[in-house]
């Protein structure tokens, strides 16, 4: 019984851990959510940007394309 405890709390913490990493942001995510807020900021005045396009555009930018 105390085994079957032990490896589930084990794989419990293994689990949130592989979580965490593959939930942690890469790179090329945090260069399109930085580009992407600035290009919403520099947009005029009462412009409606549609989050699509400015996401499109900022994985342009942050891919070099």
Do not use: Y
């Not at 084990?10 to 990493?21: H, N």
């Amino acid at each position: 019984m105390r085994t079957a405890l032990l490896v589930a709390a084990i794989l419990a913490g293994a689990g949130t851990i592989a979580g965490a990493v593959l939930l942690k942001p890469t790179g090329f995510e945090r260069c399109v959510s930085i580009i992407g807020r600035d290009i919403e900021r520099n947009a005029s005045p009462g412009a409606t940007l549609d989050p699509r396009d400015v996401e499109a555009e900022a994985a342009r930018i942050c891919s070099g394309a």
